[in-house]
């Protein structure tokens, strides 16, 4: 796509577009008075809702599409916006339609920025597997801003950033397990961090993991042919205001069997995208670091395959985790934890101030939540808003769970300190597992995103594949927390 903001209207604008709410046209468009009563008696005659969008009708003597921006149930205004703008821009390439005007003098930034999100969302596909690739229909949309054209401009260059590391995450995630094993995902790290100002990288194999006592990498990575890593990337920028160092850790299984605890083969090939707290993170720190936020960030990927091999670890083995605390393998299948003790012990060891970790890590929170609601603990009531105020912000749904001290004891073990299974509540058993591994005196969040990181059937702007939730939010919080 292509985007043209200009203040006014040019001569040669082709298709305009027009969004509605209820009956009435959203943004103000610069129509003639016969023009009006033409939109007004279109808006009128359409039955009550559900609306569905019209395409071509002549307005001023210009073909002009009505696209309802109160279509679906259950979003915010902001995510009817991006879901308006999504089906304008699908609906445009699918036509080829090659210009469209949006007229937006009098539409609030945050309102465009979720427009455009809504545009480029429409943008994504994932043929890199299939023979042949189509381009995608070149669309230019001439934004006519009035007085907003320099600060919509600005917001223009900002999603355009958000949108690539979004790609990004998505891309990662899509990308089967023989093409994307824990090296290869290094790999990546490492050319993201060469081309992307101020980021440095720290690369951990398997001999220097074990060597600083990071077992729970080697415990869940040891029975796969493909050995696992710990990446640490870092931005520093020479200038911020907050004291913060907010860290994201995220959670790498580029695949995940379930090990020797082995899982039904019905979504098994679903576990290609386990490891979407690690690209999440990756992505949204390469966003960080080129929108140049005033705010130390760090992010640290855990990743591993939870293959069947004949050095995986056995149901019953005990390890000693990088705090010092024992576990015992209950069950081979909840592997996420086990890499994720790491992340949070490295995290600590770089000062962490605040940590958000992010992980597809269990099947109880997509029953408890579904695909649509990213179901997150918090140690601290502060941080905790801020996910949910930061999650508005981006369209992304957060539900706040607790961290139920009452079922804390179903983690002792017989002979460890911890076993990594606990009670029925399986995504707060995970949680109250990970508190044990959270440096002291340190704000922490835990997102559980098994239900929305993937879909399997289409949701909002995706068809089916990675959904990219959690990019925008981390980097929201990132702009949040630099304003301290
Ligand atoms: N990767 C899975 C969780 C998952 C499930 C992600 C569905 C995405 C969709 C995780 O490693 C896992 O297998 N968890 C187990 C834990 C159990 C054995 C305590 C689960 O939730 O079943
Ligand atoms: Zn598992
Ligand atoms: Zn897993």
Redesign the pocket.
Known sequence: MKLNIIANESEKAGTTALFFVKKSVQFSAVLSEAGEKQVESVLESMNDGPFEDLEYLEIDGRPTLFVDAAKERGLSNLDHLRMAAYRLACRSMKKQISSVSLMLADCADEQFKAILHGLHYAEYKFDAYKSKQKPNFQVTYEIVAGEHTAAFKKIAEEVAIENKAVVLAKNLINTCAADLYPAEFVQNAKTIAKYTPGLSIKVRDMKQLEKEGFMGHVTVGKGSSHEPYMVTLDYKPAKFNSKDHLVFVGKG?TF?T?GLCLKPPK?MP??IS?MSGAATVLAAIQAIATLKLPIHVSAVCCLAENAIGNKSVLPGDIFKAKNGKTVMVD?T????RLVLSDGLAEAGEIGATHIIDIA?????M?RALGYAITGFFSNDDDLALKVINCGEACCEKFWSMPLEEEYADALKDKFADLKN?GSDA?AIAAALFLQEFVPENTAWAHWDI?GTAFTTKKWKYTEYGATGFGVQTLIELAREMSLN
């Open positions: 299984l995940d379930g979504s679903e576990m386990d069950n299948d909840a592997e996420g597809t890590l269990t099947g109880a997509v299974t399986g098994a």
